[in-house]
């Protein structure tokens, strides 16, 4: 099972995740402790703007969004992939307002994401920035939220992301989750090495049962974690306390910056 713990980002790990020569790299505290909770005592003060966050899946040919137990602060791209123009508009109305309010939660210091996306764009050979798949630039960072009562959605089926090839041809995916607040017991990331999925890959039923057994990584607070985001993942059910992540993808094309959005 292919995974690394190490205390800083250096290129030939980002690397080794998309060539499957890796599956999950740990990056322990990455980001400060004291920070992880101002964060979320400031998300958890904001209950009307949380949303539940939905997974897209493929039924019938079509783009389906279903729940898995996950709430959001802030509006992810996958709403958009059925072609509805009005949470099209309001993604991209709301780009710049967002990462002002994401940067205001950890403020004087950097932003979980931001700060990610810095050491990246430093130690990754050819850099990164913010994707602009559409010619506009997409929001970089999103925050989720898991709370006890509904985390056994996550556990029982397992799922993959990956961006539809409309918007862009990427030669990997990867998400990366820096952890704000994590349950004593139980949430750990679930991660199967396997062959990464592509884009048009359905999601089979009862896929658990199915898979061999998976990578567990039990994240602490500060940790970031980035994986293979098209291999099946899912997260272990707890009974006490939130799980709640800042969270990005990366996408990466050949010769191009990394690429980030959410």
């Known amino acids: 099972m292919s995974v690394k713990y190490s205390e800083e980002i250096i290129s030939e790990d980002i690397k080794k995740l998309v060539s499957s020569e890796l599956s999950v790299l740990v990056i322990k505290n990455f ?30 040919g079509k783009v389906h969004q279903e729940y898995f137990g996950v709430d959001r602060l802030g509006v ?15 993604y991209y109305h709301d780009v710049t307002r967002a990462h002002s309010n994401f940067r205001q939660l950890s403020k004087p210091l950097l932003a979980p994401i931001d700060l990610l996306r810095l050491q990246l764009d430093e130690r ?25 009562k509904y985390s056994h959605m996550s556990e029982e089926q397992p799922h993959f992301d990956a961006l539809p090839l409309k918007y862009a041809e990427l030669n990997a995916q990867l998400a990366a989750n820096i952890y704000l607040d994590v349950p004593e017991e139980g949430g750990e990331l679930e991660v199967w090495d396997v062959q990464p999925l592509s884009p048009l890959d359905k999601t089979p039923s009862n896929w658990r049962n199915s898979l061999m057994e998976p990578i567990r990584i039990k994240p602490a607070e500060g940790d970031l974690i980035i ?34 959005w959410n």
């Open 124 to 148: 990754y050979n050819l850099g990164a920035t913010i994707a602009s798949f559409e010619g506009l630039k997409m929001r970089a960072g999103i925050i989720r939220i898991t709370e006890s």
């Open 31 to 60: 980001y400060p402790k004291q920070v992880c909770r101002k964060i979320v005592k400031e998300v958890l003060s904001q209950p009307k703007d949380i949303e539940k966050y939905t997974h897209e899946v493929i039924v019938d």
């Open 227 to 260: 994986f293979n985001c098209r291999m099946p993942h899912a997260i272990r059910s707890f009974k006490k306390g939130k799980r709640i992540t800042a969270q990005v993808f990366i996408g990466i094309q050949q010769e191009r910056p990394l690429q980030l």
């Open 76 to 90: 992810p791209f996958n709403l958009t992939y059925n072609g509805n123009a009005l949470a099209k508009k309001r």
